[in-house]
């Protein structure tokens, strides 16, 4: 039996099981209401009343007791998914499991790549807890807390890796498709000899209704329109987010060449520098991480939502329709009575 016993420098390794620290918690918690009243009554006298002290020591006791772990499980513990084991010579363990994280790569394939990152401990086998980042084949990495760090890294890696990917394979992605617009390329020397066209420019020059300007095929969000002023079958024809490379070079040496990035978003279109365009796409990045936290939270407060009875509803519209009327009726008086004052 090889059940590693953790020593008092091992804290955090293990479950909070220590009764000492959690007595100390609830004692804390205990003195927080006068801890608050007199911390208020020194610092903020002109705001201090016993009911707000009250309220602020309440709210700090309910997040003190949020932070305490159920007895004997990780704070990351998934709820009822951890493990006992007894083993034959009646030793006993908890096999810690934290939540499973799913990430699936789209693909045609029957078997797309599937990982799994989750984290657990099993004190008869690990001295720590472990990351463990498989794919659905078998493959597994148990990763400690330097490899979690690398991994993440290498994560980062793939990812700067696929982008890069992505922009070589989409510069070229139209001549694979068969119903994608025709290229300057496709048409051939003389057609971009003829409008001084780059190779991938997708413009009608020369219709009667061409333009001057040279531009990419637009990369779109398959996302439509999300405007709350605008009718969901306008909002199905609009992408979310678009963009695409626009060059002006007509008559380069007297005006010069201007290439700039088209970012349309809904119906608004910003036309950028690169350099611009570059900014934009980090400030962008940054915002994802804040809309998620924005997301997490809003699921967390919607779960209180509700459908109103449609029958109270009815009600209240009957009421404010007969205040409007009262309302009305009193003002078509008040004016009567001027006119009539006026007239006599
Ligand atoms: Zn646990
Ligand atoms: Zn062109």
Redesign the pocket.
Known sequence: MQHIVPTSTETSTR?DQRDGARLDLARVIEALPDAVATAMQAVLPDQYTPELAAQIAEDAAAQLAHKQ??P???PW??PG??IAHTADDGDSW????GAEHHVVFPSSAERPLHLVAQLG?DPNCDDAPTVHLSEDSGNVSFLDTASTALAADRAGQLAATLRELHGQMSRTSSVFRDDGPLTAQLRGAEWMARWSCPPWCISEHGDRFGMDWHSTAPVETTLRDIDASTPESENARIPFLAARIVLSNDKAQAYGRETRVWLDYGTTTGELTAAKAREVLTAMRGFVIELEAVVDQAEEIAMDDFDGDSEIARLDREAGDRDIARRTAELEAKADAILAVARA
């Open positions: 479950p772990p159920s004997g499980h990780f513990c998934r998914a951890c908890t096999e810690h499991i401990y």
